[in-house]
T-cell receptor, first 111, second 112 residues
Framework: KAGVTQTPRYLIKTRGQQVTLSCSPISGHRSVSWYQQTPGQGLQFLFEYFSETQRNKGNFPGRFSGRQFSNSRSEMNVSTLELGDSALYLC??????????FGSGTRLTVV | KQEVTQIPAALSVPEGENLVLNCSFTDSAIYNLQWFRQDPGKGLTSLLL?????REQTSGRLNASLDKSSGRSTLYIAASQPGDSATYLCALPRGRDDKIIFGKGTRLHILP
């Protein structure tokens, strides 16, 4: 059974640009959640989508947004990139109220 | 507000030793608890998922226990190997406010 797929694996962007990251969950999983991981802050929850609706949101500015499609695939968008947005972005899928399966992440570098 | 604490933050032990990693949480109203490992620069790999009705789960050399009443979970690693070197994270997938909460992890180094 295929795992959680995140694309792209690596990205380099310049300040002010925007970026879109993609996550394909495990088949049958309707919940997709996103996390930012940095050495200083650790793992921080961004938001969760369930059946195309945002169910939960972390404490990030409005520049961070996401959406989920009818096939449960999810995208995360960051606009007006800042140097501090450089991080490993992780996506996880889960059946409702079940455990989480993570993707390999997208490493974003903002220069 | 749920808080998850992992002790110790870092641990180095010789190969072959048995070891215990600790995770404590403040709110016992949990659905389940999940242990992950993370290798540098990589995603998280799920190790064990314990439902709130269970006391422990085992997978190979790993055993995780859960004591909701005391707000504690332990991850026991038997006969440690250099390949076990990684950061181990404890997570509460569904807290009272339905958000996943991670501990800051224990960085484990197994000395050959």
């Amino acid at each position: 059974k295929a795992g959680v797929t995140q694309t792209p694996r690596y990205l380099i962007k310049t300040r002010g640009q925007q970026v879109t990251l993609s996550c394909s969950p495990i088949s049958g999983h309707r919940s997709v959640s996103w996390y930012q991981q940095t050495p200083g802050q650790g793992l921080q929850f961004l938001f969760e989508y369930f059946s195309e609706t945002q169910r939960n949101k972390g404490n990030f500015p409005g520049r961070f947004s996401g959406r989920q499609f009818s096939n449960s695939r999810s995208e995360m968008n960051v606009s007006t990139l800042e140097l501090g947005d450089s991080a490993l972005y992780l996506c996880a899928s889960s059946p409702d109220r079940g455990g989480y399966t993570f993707g390999s992440g997208t490493r974003l570098t903002v220069v | 507000k749920q808080e998850v604490t992992q002790i110790p933050a870092a641990l180095s032990v010789p190969e072959g030793e048995n070891l215990v990693l600790n995770c404590s949480f403040t709110d016992s109203a949990i659905y389940n608890l999940q242990w992950f490992r993370q290798d540098p620069g990589k995603g998280l790999t799920s190790l064990l998922l314990i439902q709130s009705s269970q006391r422990e789960q085992t997978s190979g050399r790993l055993n995780a226990s859960l004591d909701k009443s005391s707000g504690r979970s332990t991850l026991y690693i038997a006969a440690s190997q250099p390949g076990d070197s990684a950061t181990y994270l404890c997570a509460l997938p569904r807290g009272r406010d339905d958000k996943i909460i991670f501990g800051k992890g224990t960085r484990l180094h197994i000395l050959p």
